[in-house]
Antibody, heavy 122, light 107 residues
Framework: VQLVQSGAEVKKPGESLKISCKGS????????IGWVRQMPGKGLEWMGI????????KYNPTFQGQVTMSADTSTNTAYLQWSSLKTSDTAMYYC????????????????WGQGTLVTVSS | DIQMTQSPSTLSASLGDRVTITCRAS??????LAWYQQKPGKAPKLLIY???SLESGVPSYFSGSGSGTEFTLTISSLQPDDFATYYC?????????FGQGTKVEIK
């Protein structure tokens, strides 16, 4: 199992951005992908999850309306996008696989991407 | 939102020490709790899920316990590779939330 994220980005406030997370080594369509933010020197924040097979999403209200999570099963890639970045979006963003066991119960975020550093500065 | 509070925030320990980190939830999360380890500049790594289930490949000197609102992560004998920051996470109620982290430092 491997999740490979797109490279670091430097953007200006107000610009749009879409970062990616490509999965391999497992059935991408059938596993939720979670996104986690880590601001500089701070802890982990759960942003939400997306189910690639039908694009169902569950957002943290803190991030609802601020970002969009999506997935493309044809390329085994999940995306996190912003339409108008703010300086406060400067952070490391991680994607991670969020598996469910055979009984339908959530397990932990078991495989993580390497992170994408997003810097927003004028 | 369910608040997850870890204690201590920082812990100084020596090689071979038994280390215990506590995570308290503002309301019951049953056993829907995970523990992660993060080293500087690296992605977090899952250690424990379902409060006490050891993730595949994680050394057996890590263990988790608890249910409801109080949980512990125990490192039975601290190894050089274990100096890192540890986070708990509840995943019973959206939004899922992390604790603020516990940094384990060399004494």
């Amino acid at each position: 199992v491997q999740l490979v994220q797109s490279g670091a980005e430097v953007k200006k406030p107000g610009e749009s951005l879409k970062i990616s997370c490509k999965g391999s080594g497992y059935s991408f369509s059938n596993h939720w992908i979670g996104w986690v933010r880590q601001m500089p020197g701070k802890g982990l924040e759960w942003m939400g999850i997306v189910y690639p097979d039908d694009s169902e999403t569950k957002y943290n209200p803190t991030f609802q309306g601020q970002v969009t999570m999506s997935a493309d099963t044809s390329t085994n890639t999940a995306y996190l996008q912003w339409s108008s970045l703010k300086t406060s979006d400067t952070a490391m963003y991680y994607c991670a696989r969020q598996p469910v066991d055979d009984s339908g119960y959530w397990l932990g975020l078991d495989n993580w991407g390497q992170g994408t550093l997003v810097t927003v500065s004028s | 939102d369910i608040q997850m509070t870890q204690s201590p925030s920082t812990l100084s320990a020596s090689l071979g020490d038994r280390v215990t980190i506590t995570c308290r939830a503002s309301q019951s999360v049953s056993t829907w709790l995970a523990w992660y380890q993060q080293k500087p500049g690296k992605a977090p790594k899952l250690l424990i899920y379902q409060a006490s289930s050891l993730e595949s490949g994680v050394p057996s000197y890590f263990s988790g316990s608890g249910s409801g609102t109080e949980f512990t992560l125990t490192i039975s004998s601290l190894q050089p590779d274990d100096f890192a920051t540890y986070y708990c996470q509840q995943y019973i109620t959206y939004p899922w939330t992390f604790g603020q982290g516990t940094k384990v430092e060399i004494k």
